[in-house]
């Protein structure tokens, strides 16, 4: 029988020491916590560990100080860093210091399972381009002619040192082909950093992506290196590219070009030998040609385009594909293997997975929860009653839902002057009148039984709000992988308003 695989998890915020230890339970592994440097020291003192993960600030020092004695002293123990959303500088530092990955709170759990299995696989030495293909064998698999050719093709592109741009809605595994495209380069052995471009302020990307000198603005109390510079010798990956700013996208240009960087205060150029891998879920050519990304950029960056298909463009592969995942959650929690009821095949089938393979896989792990036994039915599954919104609709309620507007115009769900996506005061010039009559509700997508024949505008008002909300916050959570925080944000409410709407619609 094989040993249980142990973690060592180090945090002073108890709730996310919980977290972490009951998503790496679920996985199999045996954790132990510590709420200090010094707990963590006493416990690496008396034990052995197949992987850490670490806090950046503790009570009595820093995260990364423990990152360099567990890769001095523990070389065959993976760790990864806990950093601040956002917080690339932390980041790279960690990777700088030995850790191998590093994972950004809010803390995402399929992100970490992903991590924590790339870091056992690690640990275990096995070779690089069979770890990672392992690790994305569920969410690349498939026999459809598009995942044949992808797979193909991806096969042909690790060759090669050209730039990638992989092209995919949200949830298809852009990331992971990315990783594929690296672990089976010749980069293998050097290092691969991801970027989301989204989540780095538009002040501090030159020093982000190009590092700084000492004293070169306030705050710059050292020299610090950029991304391009703890990419070197591997692979950049640019996820959400679209997101760069005009004045940052000459910038890369250049570097990519000239294959060097000029570190912020820097009076010379250093050269750097990155490999550049892009992605986005937008439509960057639409971009190109509203002006609102660089077209030389664009081709430099696209010189080798990859698309990944959405689920419902390859519902053949589901069956398979859900059965792999089964496979893997049974495994990971230590259980006999869940599979499908055919009602609950039909059910998957007939519904368009807005969120791609990672809302498949969260609706199995839910399932799998909820069940009574082995074999998961259609009611197991909770399915959303109405369609999500296609790709790129940007927080609108769905066709179904989404109120007839003048043609040509877009019905806003911008923040209002309040701060508030919702407020009554907006809401006929954001979405027009409420419905008069049953015809009118009935193409609203209000069932005509709500309303009350004696004051039909007055009585649907409500019911027709909630719908219209209902729909908005669904599709937010589902575009910001259920972050109420993120979520919040991008609806323009404040977290508490948007704790008060979940509660009050019914929102899980």
């Given at each position: 029988m094989?040993?249980?695989?142990?973690?060592?998890?180090?945090?002073?915020?108890?709730?996310?020491?919980?977290?972490?230890?009951?998503?790496?339970?679920?996985?199999?592994?045996?954790?132990?916590?510590?709420?200090?440097?010094?707990?963590?020291?006493?416990?690496?003192?008396?034990?052995?560990?197949?992987?850490?993960?670490?806090?950046?600030?503790?009570?009595?020092?820093?995260?990364?100080?423990?990152?360099?004695?567990?890769?001095?002293?523990?070389?065959?123990?993976?760790?990864?860093?806990?950093?601040?959303?956002?917080n690339?500088?932390?980041?790279?530092?960690?990777?700088?210091?030995?850790?191998?990955?590093?994972?950004?709170?809010?803390?995402?759990?399929?992100?970490?399972?992903d991590?924590?299995?790339?870091?056992?696989?690690l640990?275990?030495?096995?070779?690089?381009?069979?770890?990672?293909?392992?690790?994305?064998?569920?969410?690349?698999?498939?026999?459809?002619?598009?995942?044949?050719?992808?797979?193909?093709?991806?096969?042909?592109?690790?060759?090669?040192?050209?730039?990638?741009?992989?092209?995919?809605?949200?949830?298809?595994?852009?990331?992971?082909?990315?990783?594929?495209?690296?672990?089976?380069?010749?980069?293998?052995?050097?290092?691969?950093?991801?970027?989301?471009?989204?989540?780095?302020?538009?002040?501090?990307?030159?020093?982000?992506?190009?590092?700084?000198?000492?004293g070169?603005?306030?705050?710059?109390?050292?020299?610090?290196?950029?991304?391009?510079?703890?990419?070197?010798?591997?692979?950049?990956?640019?996820?959400?590219?679209?997101?760069?700013?005009?004045?940052?996208?000459?910038?890369?240009?250049?570097?990519?070009?000239?294959?060097?960087?000029?570190?912020?205060?820097?009076?010379v150029?250093?050269?750097?030998?990155?490999?550049?891998?892009?992605?986005?879920?937008?439509?960057l050519?639409?971009?190109?040609a509203?002006?609102?990304?660089?077209?030389?950029?664009?081709?430099?960056?696209?010189?080798?385009?990859?698309?990944?298909?959405?689920?419902?463009?390859?519902?053949?592969?589901l069956?398979?594909?859900?059965?792999?995942?089964?496979?893997?959650l049974?495994?990971?929690?230590?259980?006999?293997?869940?599979?499908?009821?055919?009602?609950?095949?039909?059910?998957?089938?007939?519904?368009?997975?807005?969120?791609?393979?990672?809302?498949?896989?969260?609706?199995?792990?839910?399932?799998?929860?909820?069940?009574?036994?082995?074999?998961?039915?259609?009611?197991?599954?909770?399915?959303?009653?109405t369609?999500?919104?296609?790709?790129?609709?940007?927080?609108?309620?769905?066709?179904?839902?989404?109120?007839?507007?003048?043609?040509?115009?877009?019905?806003?769900?911008?923040?209002?002057?309040?701060?508030?996506?919702?407020?009554?005061?907006?809401?006929?010039?954001?979405?027009?009148?409420?419905?008069?009559?049953?015809?009118?509700?009935?193409?609203?997508?209000?069932?005509?039984?709500?309303?009350?024949?004696?004051?039909?505008?007055?009585?649907?008002?409500?019911?027709?709000?909630e719908?219209?909300?209902?729909a908005?916050?669904?599709?937010?959570?589902?575009?910001?992988?259920?972050?109420?925080?993120?979520?919040?944000?991008?609806?323009?409410?404040?977290?508490?308003?948007?704790?008060?709407?979940?509660?009050?619609?019914?929102?899980?």
């Open positions: 094989a040993e249980t695989r142990s973690a060592l998890v180090v945090d002073d915020e108890r709730d996310i020491r919980e977290l972490l230890v009951m998503a790496l339970g679920r996985m199999g592994l045996r954790c132990d916590t510590a709420s200090s440097l010094a707990d963590a020291r006493n416990q690496l003192a008396h034990h052995r560990y197949d992987l850490c993960l670490t806090d950046m600030r503790l009570p009595d020092g820093s995260g990364m100080d423990l990152v360099a004695e567990i890769s001095q002293k523990f070389p065959e123990t993976p760790v990864a860093m806990i950093t601040a959303f956002g690339v500088e932390a980041a790279v530092e960690a990777l700088k210091a030995g850790a191998f990955d590093f994972v950004a709170k809010p803390v995402e759990l399929g992100m970490l399972r991590m924590v299995r790339h870091a056992l696989d640990r275990e030495k096995a070779p690089a381009p069979a770890t990672v293909v392992d690790t994305v064998a569920a969410r690349l698999y498939g026999e459809s002619p598009a995942m044949t050719a992808l797979r193909t093709t991806l096969a042909k592109v690790a060759r090669s040192q050209a730039p990638v741009y992989i092209a995919g809605e949200s949830g298809v595994g852009k990331e992971l082909v990315a990783r594929t495209i690296h672990s089976e380069g010749g980069r293998a052995d050097g290092p691969f950093v991801p970027v989301n471009c989204g989540a780095i302020p538009a002040e501090l990307m030159e020093s982000e992506f190009f590092g700084h000198k000492k070169s603005f306030t705050g710059a109390h050292a020299d610090k290196p950029g991304l391009f510079q703890t990419a070197d010798g591997g692979t950049l990956f640019l996820d959400e590219v679209a997101e760069l700013p005009m004045h940052m996208q000459v910038k890369l240009l250049r570097a990519i070009q000239e294959k060097s960087i000029k570190p912020v205060g820097a009076n150029e250093v050269p750097v030998d990155v490999r550049i891998l892009s992605a986005t879920h937008k439509d050519a639409r971009m190109v509203e002006g609102r990304f660089r077209q030389d950029l664009y081709y430099r960056i696209n010189v080798i385009e990859l698309r990944v298909p959405p689920l419902r463009e390859r519902l053949d592969d069956p398979g594909l859900a059965a792999k995942i089964l496979q893997r049974s495994t990971q929690q230590g259980r006999e293997p869940a599979n499908l009821g055919t009602d609950a095949l039909v059910a998957l089938r007939a519904y368009p997975f807005p969120g791609n393979v990672r809302e498949l896989e969260n609706v199995l792990e839910r399932a799998m929860a909820l069940a009574d036994g082995d074999t998961l039915t259609a009611g197991d599954l909770c399915l959303p009653v369609s999500a919104p296609a790709a790129g609709s940007h927080g609108l309620p769905p066709p179904g839902m989404r109120p007839a507007v003048p043609a040509g115009s877009t019905p806003p769900m911008a923040p209002s002057a309040t701060g508030s996506a919702f407020s009554s005061s907006s809401f006929n010039a954001t979405f027009g009148p409420p419905p008069n009559t049953p015809a009118e509700a009935a193409a609203a997508g209000i069932d005509p039984r709500t309303l009350d024949p004696r004051d039909t505008a007055t009585s649907a008002l409500p019911s027709y709000i719908e219209v909300e209902r908005a916050i669904e599709h937010a959570l589902k575009e910001n992988r259920y972050n109420k925080t993120k979520t919040a944000a991008s609806l323009g409410i404040t977290f508490r308003a948007l704790r008060y709407k979940l509660k009050k619609l019914g929102i899980d």
